[in-house]
């Protein structure tokens, strides 16, 4: 690291190993309970579980989102944190309204919009933290000595995410109007300004992976912000085809939305040239297969796959079956699990002065994650087309199909052992890693070994 306040970065780091944990017994409960071995039932229950798995998987991954930040924002302004005391305060509260969020979903303390369960009054002090993570990158900003476009994309990216937090927070009492304002956030999000951030830090990790001109960079980075608002704001029509929102959205949102991989597809390309372009071997190998490996698997996850069911013709077969939960795992998986994990990778012998990343440790557990995941969503892409057919296609009753289906869960949980034994093998080389130390400040590995 550069800077000494770039260590609260680990801390982030930290609690999003915990938290990928935490949302991965959850999975495992659902999993179990789809075959039937549901003993948690009375304490547990499905809906409960669900709630909790995804929502841990969007605050560890804004967790990660943050930590990076938290890390990259002093090293393109070149100066220290603005205050790492706010820091501190951010990281700690931020952690108890997400425990206290988790533990209340247990005992029916929710609302009930998908990916959006948190009580009204968790929300505010969500704002207010956010406000204040907002304000001490902002003003590390304002302060800088350096400008450049990868910093202020990553802002304007975590800017956006707070401000598009808000109008899940309005009060409808109509169904329409209610699903209409959540895909303002959940859609806008993952296929809006998480992609700037995404972007942000995909910029970042290339410039210090591959060493490539920092101009060429970023001047990619514009493409990716221009095809992510070109297609992704209108996109969000592919949301609102059946939910009595007007006819003209099934055109809208059909159209739009088949050119959001263009976005996607962009980053791969961007990512996979600037490797073949790199002006030095960067030692830390691992840190470029995940930055790699999210600019790919984003595209395969998010792009491929969100192609397969985004047309309106398809979508009013496949829309809330086994299919949507194939393409939400891969693409969160790719686009943003994977993007946080390479972050980590990049950061941690930077900060913890540890170069741990040539042991066979790391790769088996890039592989092991990787195959783990593309198994999960292939058992649960079977599983889905299945459903489609028996169910809206022979007109079969949604529990008799539930049963048919069961068996590919066996194929899950085995792919879901797979992925778990290599994010535990990641999580093992994050804690032989140790604690950051001052020792490592200016010592950075990738200023070390230009070719
Ligand atoms: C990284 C980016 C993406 C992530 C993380 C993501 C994730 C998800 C998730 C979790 C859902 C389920 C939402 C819910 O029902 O509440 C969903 C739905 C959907 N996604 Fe994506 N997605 C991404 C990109 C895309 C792209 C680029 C496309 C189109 C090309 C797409 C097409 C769709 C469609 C059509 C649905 C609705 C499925 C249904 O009708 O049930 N997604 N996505
Ligand atoms: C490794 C163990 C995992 C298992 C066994 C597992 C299993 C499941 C199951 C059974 C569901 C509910 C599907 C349904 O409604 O029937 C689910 C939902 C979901 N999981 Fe996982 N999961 C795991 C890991 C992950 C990871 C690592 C991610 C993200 C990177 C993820 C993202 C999601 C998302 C986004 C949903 C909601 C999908 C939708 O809206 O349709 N899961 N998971
Ligand atoms: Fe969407």
Not at 190 to 209: A, T
Not at 415 to 421: I, K, P
Request: proline share 2%.
């Amino acid at each position: 690291m550069k800077f000494k306040s770039q260590k609260i970065a680990f801390w982030f780091f930290a609690v999003c190993m915990l938290l990928l944990t935490l949302q991965i017994v959850y999975g495992f409960i659902m999993g179990f309970a789809r075959l039937g071995l549901d003993g948690l039932h009375d304490f547990i229950p499905f809906n409960v579980a669900r709630t909790t798995h995804t929502n841990l998987l969007v605050v560890w991954l804004l967790t990660g989102f943050m930590g990076a930040a938290y890390y990259i924002i002093p090293e393109e302004s070149d100066r220290e944190l603005y205050s790492e005391k706010l820091a501190w305060i951010q990281l700690i509260s931020w952690v108890v309204v997400g425990v206290t969020a988790v533990i209340g979903f247990h005992f029916g303390w929710w609302e009930g919009r998908k990916f959006l369960e948190i009580p009204r009054p968790l929300d505010y002090l969500v704002v207010v933290n956010v406000l204040l993570f907002l304000y001490n990158i902002g003003m590390t900003i304002w302060n800088a000595t350096k400008r450049s476009t990868t910093q202020l994309v990553l802002f304007f990216g975590l800017f956006s995410a707070a401000l598009l937090y808000l109008p899940g927070m309005l009060y409808f009492d109509n169904q329409t109007m209610d699903s209409y304002f959540r895909w303002w956030v959940v859609h806008l999000w993952v296929e809006g300004v998480w992609e700037l951030i995404m972007g942000g830090i995909l910029s970042f990790l290339l410039i210090k992976l591959t060493g490539v001109d920092r101009e060429i960079i970023e001047k990619w980075l514009y493409v990716v912000v221009g095809l992510t608002f070109l297609s992704g704001i209108l996109g969000t029509g592919h949301h609102y085809y059946w939910i009595g929102a007007p006819k003209y959205w099934l055109m809208i949102g059909g159209l739009f939305s088949a050119l959001e991989p263009l976005a996607f597809l962009a980053m791969a390309i961007w990512a996979l040239n600037m490797y073949r372009k790199k002006g030095k071997d960067h030692p830390n190998k691992i840190a470029l297969y995940w930055t790699l490996g999210s600019a790919i698997m984003s595209f395969i996850g998010a792009g491929f796959l969100g192609f397969a069911h985004t047309w309106p013709s398809v979508n009013q077969w496949t829309h809330g079956t086994l299919i949507t939960a194939m393409h939400g795992h891969l693409a969160f998986w790719g686009a943003y699990a994977m993007l946080v994990l390479a972050v980590i990778a990049y950061a941690l012998p930077n900060l913890t002065g540890r170069k741990l990343f040539n042991g066979m440790n790391g790769y088996i557990a890039f592989w092991a994650a990787n195959v783990g995941m593309l198994g999960m969503t292939g058992a649960l892409a079977v599983a889905g087309i299945a459903q489609v057919y028996l169910e809206r296609k022979m007109g079969m009753d949604f529990l008799a199909v539930q049963k048919e289906i069961q068996f590919h869960f066996i194929g899950m949980l085995l792919a879901a052992t797979l992925f778990t034994v290599g994010i535990g093998m990641y999580i093992f080389d994050f804690i032989r890693h140790g604690m950051p130390n001052d020792e490592a400040i200016g010592k950075n590995i990738d200023d070390q070994n230009v070719k």
